[in-house]
């Protein structure tokens, strides 16, 4: 009986290598870039970060054992980020979503991002397609379902959030070759959710935690932020940014780096506001750059803190 070398043709077998370079095919992949973006873009998530380059480095070695005739199978790929509201997991969901196409698993490599109010209908017959129409769209790449515990809501007997997630499965577990499911949301939310729904926990294979930024790392945050759009803090107005994140970590409704986003937003609202109210003559370019300590202590964060998730936009 003829053993498996001898089933392989002779062109064939000569065409598999006999050896790959790992770090080669990681720095051809261009996956390298990616991380080192994702390095750029967010500050602080080491553990986030550590498990994206160690689920690369799984990948890598799988096209390895593929391209040298092993055997091997595609690994499943959906995921669940488990994390507060601003902690980068929109981010890091579509670098993840281009290192996938960079390495051959997911052919377009785009990041379709939904919420319950795009799969599940209003009335009988509506949620099928609504579902079937968002998954045609993110074949081939990655589909992002943030807030994803909102899609089972056990406690109404007419929701039709069941019916998408019964689609959702099926398709997750015969077209896991063309897509990768990303399901994101509070941590202890998903952790119920996952308890309702079996099917679901079965097909996630991989589970990151994406921990609340320090105050250190939220000021970082606040200053690349300015950075970005050519603005800065002046040496009071950055002291009195320390004392506004001490502050605001600690009231209601806290929302990381999305917290921070909005409230350098007003500090520019209320900075254009003092410039316009108060300029007798020509700005310079260093003023209309500069924050300061006047454009964030009148915050309700200050003056009388954040009684309720209201106070949020005004603070």
């Given at each position: 009986m003829a053993?498996?070398?001898?089933m ?5 077998a000569?065409a ?7 770090r080669?095919?990681?720095n ?8 080192d973006?994702?390095?750029r873009e ?9 498990r994206i380059?160690?689920?690369a480095a ?16 595609t690994p499943t ?6 994390g507060?509201?601003g902690?980068g ?14 390495l ?12 319950r109010?795009?799969l599940v ?14 998954l045609?769209k993110a074949m081939?790449?990655?589909l992002?379902?943030?807030?994803a515990?909102y899609l089972?809501?056990p406690?109404n007997e007419?929701?039709y959030g ?5 689609i ?10 063309d897509?990768v499911v ?6 202890d ?8 729904n079996p099917?679901f926990?079965s ?9 609340d ?6 000021l970082q ?6 950075k ?5 803090f002046d040496e009071?107005?950055h002291?009195?940014m ?9 009231q209601?409704?806290?929302a990381n ?12 609202l ?5 410039l ?9 370019a ?15 964060v200050?003056?009388m803190?954040?009684?309720?998730g209201?106070?949020e936009?005004?603070a």
């Open positions: 053993d498996a070398a001898d392989i043709a002779p062109d064939e000569e598999l290598p006999t050896a790959i370079d790992l080669e095919e990681y051809k992949s261009g996956v390298a870039e990616v991380l973006e994702l390095d967010l500050i602080g998530l080491k553990p986030v970060k550590q380059r160690e689920i799984m990948l890598i070695v799988e096209r390895a054992r593929k391209a040298m005739g092993l055997s091997h199978e790929l959906h995921m669940n980020f488990a507060n509201p902690t997991k929109t981010t890091v969901a579509m670098r993840m979503a281009n290192i996938l196409h960079r051959g698993y997911v052919r377009k490599g785009h990041l379709v991002s939904v919420t109010d795009d209908g209003q009335y009988i017959g509506h949620t099928a397609p609504k579902t079937k129409e968002i045609k081939g790449g990655v992002f379902i943030d807030e515990y089972y809501r406690d007419r929701d069941q019916e998408a997630i019964e959702l499965l099926q398709v997750m577990e015969n077209n896991r070759e897509l990303i399901l994101a949301g509070y941590a939310r998903m952790d119920k959710f996952f308890e309702s099917g926990r097909r996630i294979a991989h589970h990151i935690e994406f921990p930024y320090s105050e250190g790392e939220l945050i606040a200053d690349g932020m300015l970005q759009q050519t603005y800065h009071e107005a002291e009195l320390q004392r506004y994140i001490r502050l605001r970590r600690q209601p409704h806290f780096a999305r917290s921070i986003r909005n409230a350098l937003d007003r500090a520019r209320r900075q254009a506001n003092r316009f109210s108060t300029a007798t003559g020509p700005v310079t260093e003023d209309l750059s500069t924050i300061t300590a006047e454009d964030l202590k009148v915050s309700r200050f003056t803190g954040i009684p309720d209201a106070a936009e005004r």
